[in-house]
């Protein structure tokens, strides 16, 4: 008998068919969703590194500005963004997190947001320092509003 030649007949149960025609099926699935994927990271440009960066970066001078601190924010100048952003990409990409948000910058993501975020931190923060200052004034007038009115009813 020659063993080369025998053929083995598998038969599948029911459940077996089942249970591989739900595999095929998820396989076709992920393959469309990781087709999607790269279809979707295809259409979105990356921007280059250092550029993400430094748009990271100008926020400071505008913060600086906002602040009141011209002369501060005149340091943060294109040429030394440039500068800063070029010597913190090297830096950046030797760790991980750094690698992380490379990516994440050069995708587009959240870099507009951040910027609108720190932007408006000092907008908001000189207004909390503001209203401070006017509750201050307010309450002083109160006061010396019911000052003179109890000077009044004593004379």
């Known amino acids: 008998m020659d063993i080369e030649n025998t053929q083995t007949v598998e038969i599948k ?9 739900n595999l095929d099926l998820s396989i076709d699935d992920k393959a469309d969703i990781n087709a999607s994927a790269e279809n979707a990271n295809t259409e979105t440009p990356l921007i280059d590194a250092q550029t993400a960066l ?10 600086l500005t906002l602040a009141g601190l011209k002369n501060a924010a005149a340091a943060w100048h294109d040429d ?13 990409q030797k760790y991980a ?10 995708a587009g993501g ?7 975020i720190m932007a408006l931190y000092p907008v908001a923060a000189a207004t909390y320092a503001g209203y401070l200052v006017d509750k201050e004034l307010i309450e002083k007038e109160v ?11 004593g004379n």
């Open 80 to 92: 030394a963004l440039s500068a800063i952003s070029s010597a913190m990409l090297p830096v950046l």
């Open 97 to 106: 997190f750094g690698q992380k948000m490379i990516a994440y910058l050069q």
């Open 54 to 63: 430094k748009d990271v970066l100008t926020i400071v001078p505008i913060g």
């Open 143 to 153: 006061n010396d509003a019911a000052d003179g009115a109890s000077n009044d009813a």
């Open 13 to 21: 149960s029911d459940e077996q068919l089942a249970s591989e025609r």
């Open 110 to 116: 959240g870099v507009a947001e951040g910027v609108l």
